[in-house]
């Protein structure tokens, strides 16, 4: 199974842009590469997936290299709504788990 | 119901215990998952069901722990024999999709607490 590997914390500002990158050197071919958000006392909520080049959604965008070892998550004009652990999976190929890190716990300042 | 849902929301047994955790998943879906979640730490994955075949235990961390999905939707996930290292929030998530890989819709956890 791909792990993943991602800062354990980021802080920005509001009206920022975020990016926080994952690697996932290990990545088998049916992969895909989903980003959950999870905020205190709550389960975790589906931001994006993909599985090469660029997805885009109206809350973030993905970006994939060539070779899909690494993802970049990308948050425009972040607010403090947006202070939360995002995480970072790789699988649903032919595994039957998703696999959670520790998280990147993003704080966003006024 | 609109979403997936989980009782109790809090359940707080001394140890020794046996416990039960009800997930509702969202009607239709044909996955559901359980992980257990510790303070400060990722959700870790306990087990899957696609309908009512366990496709998937290998995440259960002893024999204490049991789940089942006997119709294919309300998902049961029990512990006997409570030990305080299993104080944790257990997060059901169902998906539409067969297979993994599709959205997961997680409920809001049982949080227990064993003392």
């Known amino acids: 199974l791909a792990k993943t590997t991602q800062p354990i914390s980021m802080d920005s500002y509001e009206g920022q842009e975020v990016n926080i990158t994952c690697s996932h050197n290990?990545?088998?071919?049916?992969?895909?590469i989903t980003w959950y958000q999870q905020f205190p006392s709550q389960g975790p909520r589906f931001i994006i997936q993909g599985y090469k080049t660029k997805v885009t959604n109206e809350v973030a965008s993905l970006f994939i290299p060539a070779d899909r070892k690494s993802s970049t998550l990308s948050l425009p004009r972040v607010s403090l709504s947006d202070t939360a652990v995002y995480y970072c999976?790789?699988?649903?190929?032919?595994?039957?788990?998703?696999?959670f890190g520790t998280g990147t716990r993003l704080q966003v300042f006024p | 119901g609109a979403g997936v849902s989980q009782s109790p929301r809090y359940k707080v047994a001394k140890r020794g215990q046996d416990v039960a955790l009800r997930c509702d998943p969202i009607s239709g879906h044909v996955s559901l998952f359980w992980y257990q979640q510790a303070l400060g730490q990722g959700p870790e994955f306990l087990t899957y069901?696609?309908?009512?075949?366990?496709?998937?235990k290998s995440g259960l961390p002893s024999d204490r722990f049991f789940a089942e999905r006997p119709e294919g939707s309300v998902s049961t996930l029990k512990i006997q024999r409570t030990q305080q290292e299993d104080s944790a929030v257990y997060l059901c998530a169902s998906s539409f999709l067969g297979r993994v890989g599709g959205e997961l819709f997680f409920g809001e956890g049982s949080r227990l607490t064993v003392l």
């Open positions: 290990n990545i088998a071919t049916n992969d895909y």
């Open positions: 069901f696609q309908n009512e075949a366990q496709l998937d």
């Open positions: 999976l790789v699988g649903g190929g032919n595994t039957d788990k998703l696999i």
